[in-house]
T-cell receptor, first 115, second 118 residues
Framework: GAGVSQSPSNKVTEKGKDVELRCDPI?????LYWYRQRLGQGLEFLIY????????KSGLPSDRFSAERTGESVSTLTIQRTQQEDSAVYLC?????????????FGNGTRLTVT | AQKITQTQPGMFVQEKEAVTLDCTYD???????LFWYKQPSSGEMIFLIY??????QNATEGRYSLNFQKARKSANLVISASQLGDSAMYFC???????????????FGSGTRLLVRP
C-alpha cells in the first residue's frame, strides 16, 4: 500500500524566499506530524495535527514557520523568508491515532538547502 | 532536560555477531512507551520495535529485542546475528503516557550510527 508521500524530495532556495513542503499521509491515519532533522542529529518535533482538533504548534521554531492540514488529508509546511539555519531534512509522519503504541510512519523527507 | 539519551554516537560490530545499542530516558510518568527506529543512508525512518512501560516481558521482533530495565530507565536495543544491511542510524524515542492517556509527541534521542563489518 501507499506510504507517506512527501514532495519535493529536494529543494534548493535562496535566503529570504518562501518555501512550501507537502505531505500526503497514509489514508485513514488521523494523526500527522512534522519533524526537522539537521545533519547528523536527531529528530526535532515541529507540529502535530489530530483530526479536526487544533494543532499543537509548540515545536515551531519561529513565526516564519506555519503548517496547515485540511481534515485528515494533505498537510503543507510553509517557511517564510528562509534562513540558512533552516537547511535540514523535513520529515512528515502519520499514525492511526496520536498516542499509545501506534508507531509513526515516516515519509522520505524533503531535503531543504538554503543558499 | 533531555528526555532520551543515546550515549554511543558510533558503534562497530562484526557481521553475524550481536550488538547492543544503549538508550536511557527520563520521565516522571508511570506509563510511557518506547520505540526504536532505523534510518539507513537512504533517509527513511523504519519502525523496529515498541515496549510499553507496563509490559512484563521484553519486546522482541525477529532479530530485534529490547532489554528493558525499568528501574534503571533504560531500553537498550539488541540486534542479534548482525547483517551488513543493519548498517544505519538507530534512534530511540519515547512517548509519555500509555494507551488512551498517552501524549502524542514522540521525542527522539540523538541516535547511534551502527556499522557492520564483513
Amino acid at each position: 500500500g501507499a506510504g507517506v508521500s512527501q514532495s519535493p524530495s529536494n529543494k534548493v532556495t535562496e535566503k529570504g524566499k518562501d518555501v512550501e513542503l507537502r505531505c500526503d499521509p497514509i489514508s485513514g491515519h488521523t494523526a500527522l506530524y512534522w519533524y526537522r532533522q539537521r545533519l547528523g542529529q536527531g529528530l526535532e518535533f515541529l507540529i502535530y495535527f489530530q483530526g479536526n482538533s487544533a494543532p499543537d504548534k509548540s515545536g515551531l521554531p519561529s513565526d516564519r514557520f506555519s503548517a496547515e492540514r485540511t481534515g485528515e488529508s494533505v498537510s503543507t509546511l510553509t517557511i517564510q523568508r528562509t534562513q540558512q539555519e533552516d537547511s535540514a531534512v523535513y520529515l512528515c509522519a502519520s499514525s492511526w491515532t496520536g498516542g499509545g503504541n501506534s508507531p509513526l510512519h515516516f515519509g522520505n523527507g524533503t531535503r531543504l538547502t538554503v543558499t | 532536560a533531555q528526555k532520551i539519551t543515546q550515549t554511543q554516537p558510533g558503534m562497530f560490530v562484526q557481521e553475524k555477531e550481536a550488538v547492543t545499542l544503549d538508550c536511557t530516558y527520563d520521565t516522571s510518568d508511570q506509563s510511557y512507551g518506547l520505540f526504536w527506529y532505523k534510518q539507513p543512508s537512504s533517509g527513511e525512518m523504519i519502525f523496529l520495535i515498541y515496549q510499553g512501560s507496563y509490559d512484563e516481558q521484553n519486546a522482541t521482533e525477529g532479530r530485534y529485542s529490547l532489554n528493558f530495565q525499568k528501574a534503571r530507565k533504560s531500553a537498550n536495543l539488541v540486534i542479534s546475528a548482525s547483517q551488513l544491511g543493519d548498517s544505519a542510524m538507530y534512534f530511540c524515542a519515547m512517548r509519555e503516557g500509555e494507551g488512551m492517556d498517552s501524549s502524542y509527541k514522540l521525542i527522539f534521542g540523538s541516535g547511534t550510527r551502527l556499522l557492520v563489518r564483513p
